[in-house]
Structures are given as structure tokens and as C-alpha cells.
């Protein structure tokens, strides 16, 4: 479905069209309606799937930019997704001169106060921050009419339920309220009932969010082959905006200076990082000033970074809803993408529940040769010569040049030039990287899938903990009445005597 087609304005269409936007992914087409219609929303839909401009866009549409007021509130779990999030909301709302502010622990809490002051209509924070700012009374939430919880299923495993109630207390009781979350839990559900009326159900479904626009490949290789192989493919695909996927942050930290040894534009994130270290790392990236993006799941959730043209899983992950979540970061926006998950010999169960889960076949990729990779290096660094030949201006290096070619072929020169421009072979800057602990081999048959992954015994990981839980109980019962029998067996010793 068209933009144009779901009753936006002028101002909002014009700003969507500038982002590059074409078609309206599943989550906006089914969302965008309902919320334009004052309907509260519950929708499942994973990260990288278009959610923030599917309650972005109907927000900006009802927002008076004449009030100084807080009218919309985005409450996001992560720094970088509220940073991202009031983003892509300024973009968005930039011909409207709609005023979108973040705030989010870990910055000067002063600054933030004195940009309150100037009263934003949508303001979108961490629940921490926001409520340190609803303590101070530096901020009044008593005219937001829209209230959005982002990535909700996230915020429950960290906690912040709680907050969240405290924050919503805050707000009118007459307002439209938006739950998004990548997985539908009973918790979320509850959260729903709690705070919602009457919400509307939009859930993506798996095949929806693979779209077709990436293709997938695999590679089975051993994990001591998996960096050189990986390089090669580098060299063969070209790959203009690059993210890949470590399982470890000593995995990351491995990868992303192996792959600068090299010669490769690439940093990594993870959790251990200062936030001004991943914020500045992230701005490169957005920035095009780098390559190649090296991260964990977590230190990459919520990331919204358009342009990304490949996808690397250098480990495949455990979670199958984590590869979605992965490849979800390319072939967006109408854009191709492509998709690499490298998996060793024993993962191979792995792929295909995540193939099962996401209803397509991944395509078997065959590892270039050290040569193949070569012929891609010098085609890739010919295109970089002729690009840079119809881009600049090299009158001013004639005298020069005619110098060189006086001392020189014109052979030796161009050759040199391409030496310059392509990358150091795995045989002239050997990378180790330290061999991670093999994923547990499981079996399974169609009928138990729902109930995840098997381990040796058979379990899934819930009946493991259900089965842990109801033990635990049972050895807590009959240490309290081994208690009670002794003290039974010494009052009668005792009474004996």
C-alpha cells in the first residue's frame, strides 16, 4: 500500500517521501488506520519493520505545533532506541516544525531540564530518566493524549514495569495508549488490559517479517575457518554498509580488530562500552564514515540505521526471533538486502528451526577461493579508480604525474594505486580468533517446536525450568519436615529420659 493511500497530509507525505520511503511496510499499513482513528493498538512487530513511523506518523498528524505542550509520549528501554527514536520523529515532523525531545540516563540532567523548558510536543525517554524528571517536576505529562510503550516485551525483562505504572499515573486517563512489542507474552497481555481500552491487535506474522527483499544464504564452515572465509566473501560481495553478528563481546572485540588488522573500515559495540564510545561509533556508521558494524544482539537491539546492504551472522544465534531481528536491519525501505549466517557442522539443527520459523530456505553459499576473492578485490578497487577518475578534478597534479611517468611505467604506477586500494590476504595477516563453545546439539521433531529448543534429554528450556522449579519446591518441603521430624525425635528423647 501507497503512503498516499492512508490519509496522511501534505507536509507528512513530502517528509516520507524525503526518507525514501515508497510502500508502507505490514506494521504501518495495519497500524497507521487504527491510530489515526483514535483506536488504543497492541502490535507485535519485531525491530526493523517500519513500527516507530507507524505510531510516529499518526502522532505528528494529530499534534498541535501551536501548543507548547507535551502532547505525545514515547517510553523507550534503551538509550539508543529513544536517541533513534526522536530521530527519525524530527525528520518526520521537520516541514511541521514539530518539536520532539529525548531525554535518557547517563547525559547532564541539566541540559535536559533547560530544553523542557522550552516545552516539546512529543517527548520520548528512558523510565528511569523520566522519572527522575516527574520527581523534579521538570516535566508535566497532564496533556498527553498519546502514549506509546516501545519494545514493552524488553522493558519487562528489565524491569521496569513498575516505572512504567508510576509514569502512566501521571498521565490523563482520557488519552489513546500503544503498545509495541516483538514477542506477545501473557506479561504484555496484562499490561494491555491494565493500561489500554478496547486495543486493537496488529501482529506481523514471521514470513511477513523476512521479507523477500533479502536474500539468505548460509555457509557451513568450521569456526576456526569462519573469519578468512568471511573476509573472502567480503571481497567477492562488496558490501557498501556491513553489520555483523558476534555471540560474545570478547567475540566482538576479536573480530572488529582482526578485520582492522586487515585493512577493513570496521569498529564493534557491546555492552561493556562507555555510551559516548557507542554513540560516537554509531554516528560513524550512520554516517557512512564506516563500513563495517561488528555487534552483539543486545548492544544492536533497536538499532534504525537505513542504507545497510549486508548482514553477516558470524555465529548463529541460539534465539531463532533473534534472526529476525538481525536480518531485519537490511532490505528496508524497498532497498535489497542480503543476509550471511555462518554455521559449524553440529548447528545445523539450528538452521533449520530458524527456517522453520521463518517459512523460507536459506541458500547453501560456497566458500570463495583465496583467488576468487583477489579477482573481487581488483574488480571492486578498478571500480573505486574509475569513480574517483570521473569525480576529480587532476589538472593539478599534471606536472607531477608526467614526472612519475618519466621514471615509470604507466603500468607500474596503475598497479601500485591498485595495491593501495585492496586489502591484506589472510595469508599475509593471519587473525586467530579464540574458538567460542559450540552450541548444544538438540533434536526435535515437528510436532514439539512450540516448545523450543531440545537438549540431549529431550527437554525444551521451559519444561527444563518447570522441571527445576517443581524440584526445588519438593527439596525445600522435605528439608522443612526432616526439620520438624528432628525436633519431633529430640522432644522425645528428651521426655524418654
Known sequence: ???????????????????????????QEQTIPLVLKGDDVIGQAQTGTGKT?????????????????????????????????????FRLGKDEKAKVQVVYGGADIRRQIHSLKRAPQIL???????????????????????????EADEMLDMGFVEDIESI????????????????MPPAILKIGEKFMQDPQIVKIKAKELTTDLVDQFYVRARDFEKFDVMTRIFDVQSPELTIVFGRTKRRVDELSKGLEARGYNAKGIHGDLSQQRRMSILKQFKAGKLDILVATDVAARGLDISGVTHVY?????????????????TGRAGHH??????????????????EHLTKKRMSPLKPPTEQEAFIGQISSAVEQVEDLLENTDTTK???????????????????????ELTHDSATEVPVKITPERPLPRHKHNNKNFKGGYKSRGGRS??????????????????????????????FTIKHAD
Open 337 to 354: 538486502g542480503v543476509s550471511v549466517t555462518f554455521v559449524t557442522p553440529n548447528e545445523m539443527d539450528y538452521l533449520r528451526v530458524i
Open 461 to 490: 528450556r521451559y519444561q527444563r525450568d518447570n522441571h527445576r522449579q517443581y524440584h526445588s519446591k519438593k527439596d525445600k518441603s522435605r528439608d522443612k519436615f526432616n526439620r520438624q521430624h528432628s525436633k519431633k525425635r529430640q
Open 124 to 150: 520520548v525517554g528512558t523510565p528511569g530518566r523520566l522519572l527522575d524528571h516527574l520527581r523534579r517536576r521538570t516535566v508535566d505529562l497532564s496533556n498527553v493524549k498519546t502514549v506509546v510503550l516501545d
Open 168 to 183: 502512566i499515573k501521571e498521565i490523563p486517563a482520557e488519552r489513546q495508549t500503544l503498545l509495541f512489542s516483538a514477542t
Open 53 to 89: 513511523a507507524a505510531f510516529g506518523l499518526p502522532i505528528l498528524e494529530h499534534i498541535d505545533v501551536k501548543l507548547n505542550q507535551v502532547q505525545a509520549l514515547i517510553v523507550s528501554p534503551t538509550r539508543e532506541l529513544a536517541i533513534q527514536t526522536q530521530e527519525e520523529l
Open 397 to 419: 597534479f599534471n606536472a607531477q604525474a608526467e614526472k612519475l611517468l618519466a621514471k615509470h611505467s604507466a603500468t607500474d604506477l596503475t598497479a601500485l594505486l591498485l595495491n
Open 1 to 27: 500500500m501507497k503512503f498516499t493511500e492512508l490519509g496522511l497530509s501534505d507536509y507528512l507525505l513530502k517528509a516520507i517521501k524525503r526518507s525514501g520511503f515508497e510502500e508502507a511496510t505490514p506494521i
Open 313 to 329: 551472522n558470524y555465529d548463529i544465534p541460539q534465539d531463532p526471533e533473534s534472526y529476525v531481528h538481525r536480518i531485519g536491519r
